[in-house]
Nanobody
């Protein structure tokens, strides 16, 4: 079993920064892909940023230039540094990972429980 545990959400004012962390634990052989998604009320989850095992990154247009995703493989952790936050960034942020597990070395995807980010104007 694999768990993703997020931390770092909270309430900040516009223009401030937050750093989200997501640590994966369990019977992990390797982690291929890690990402951060967010969900607005009544909407589907959308990709914010992702990072692959080769450290290549991808960002939503709304995140480019303000957010930075990184990973620390030794601790199976992914981070999202969010700077210059705006009220429209207010959402629940979810960590996502594609993990290689088990004797058969198969890939499975997992979600964190979500962390609330609220940006006041």
């Amino acid at each position: 079993q694999v768990q993703l545990v997020e931390s770092g959400g909270g309430l900040v004012q516009a223009g401030e920064s937050l750093r989200l962390s997501c640590a994966a634990s369990g019977s992990i052989l390797s982690i291929n892909f890690m990402g951060w998604y967010r969900q607005f009320p009544g909407k589907q989850r959308e990709l914010v940023a992702s990072i692959s095992s080769d450290e290549s990154t991808n960002y939503a247009d709304s995140a480019k230039g303000r957010f930075t995703i990184s990973r620390y493989n030794a601790k199976n952790t992914v981070y999202l540094q969010m700077d210059s936050l705006k009220p429209e960034d207010t959402a629940v942020y979810y960590c996502y990972a594609v993990v290689r597990i088990g004797i058969m070395s198969v890939f499975r995807d997992y979600w964190g429980q979500g962390t609330q980010v609220t940006v006041s104007s």
